[in-house]
């Protein structure tokens, strides 16, 4: 499969604080994925972006894809300790394709 | 209903012992799919089928046999698995549409261990 890499690996901030993962694929994808798993839980979708440089927002998470569609972000404003969990990117190459290849993850702590 | 079942939740079976592993969904989703997960790592693609067919078979070992009676269901079989199989198993489903495929619905797991 594709090598899609995330970074950092664990991230522990205090609640409040901003957080910031960053997924980065070797290839170009098509449209990438985010999704949130707790701790003992399952991925749960949060969600997809298909367009070159395309921003949404949900609430206090902003995700971003890249213009070359290689790379995307997840920022969330002002952490809270509901934050906590691993945070995985998942890309596709093929737009109507349905596999996606999980990104390595980024486990976020929040410090109360 | 919204939600993905899998069947059972915990499982620890034998190097010998044949066991399946069961995956149900209500949506109306024609892609089912499954992941392994091990601890502290991505969920990694098994298998995945669009319409009841077997689309994508990512290299699995012959050991797991996936199989798709209709279209709310997805299960997984499984023969002389080694202890390193030991994971948790991951099912999920997706709507597919002309536009591309929308976010996964995953059930929340069977952990599997081999002893």
């Known amino acids: 499969g594709q090598q899609v890499m995330q970074i950092p690996q664990y991230q522990h901030v205090q609640e409040g604080e901003d957080f910031t993962t960053y997924c980065n694929s070797s290839?170009?994808?098509?449209?990438i994925q985010w999704y949130k798993q707790r701790p003992g839980g399952h991925p749960v979708f949060l969600i997809q972006?298909?367009?070159?440089?395309e921003v949404k927002k949900q609430k206090r998470l902003t995700f971003q894809f890249g213009e070359a569609k290689k790379n995307s972000s997840l920022h969330i404003t002002a952490t809270q300790t509901t934050d906590v969990g691993t945070y995985f990117c998942?890309?596709?190459?093929?737009?109507?394709?349905?596999?996606?290849?999980f990104g390595t993850g980024t486990s976020l702590t929040v410090i109360p | 209903d919204t939600e993905v079942t899998q069947t059972p939740k915990h499982l620890v079976m034998g190097m010998t012992n044949k066991k399946s592993l069961k995956c149900e969904q209500h949506?109306?989703?024609?892609?089912m799919y499954w992941y392994k997960q091990k601890a502290k790592k991505p969920p990694e693609l098994m298998f995945v089928?669009?319409?009841?067919?077997?689309?994508i078979n990512e290299s699995v070992p012959s050991r797991f046999s996936p199989e798709c009676p209709n279209s709310s269901l997805l299960n997984l079989h499984l023969h002389a698995l080694q202890p390193e199989d030991s994971a948790l198993y991951l099912c999920?489903?997706?709507?597919?549409?002309?536009?591309?495929?929308?976010?996964?619905?995953f059930g929340s797991g069977t952990r599997l261990t081999v002893v």
């Open positions: 999920a489903s997706s709507q597919e549409t002309g536009d591309g495929t929308y976010g996964y619905t």
């Open positions: 290839t170009t994808l098509s449209n």
């Open positions: 972006l298909v367009k070159s440089g």
């Open positions: 998942a890309g596709s190459l093929v737009f109507t394709g349905n596999q996606f290849y």
């Open positions: 949506m109306g989703h024609r892609a």
């Open positions: 089928y669009s319409y009841e067919k077997l689309s």
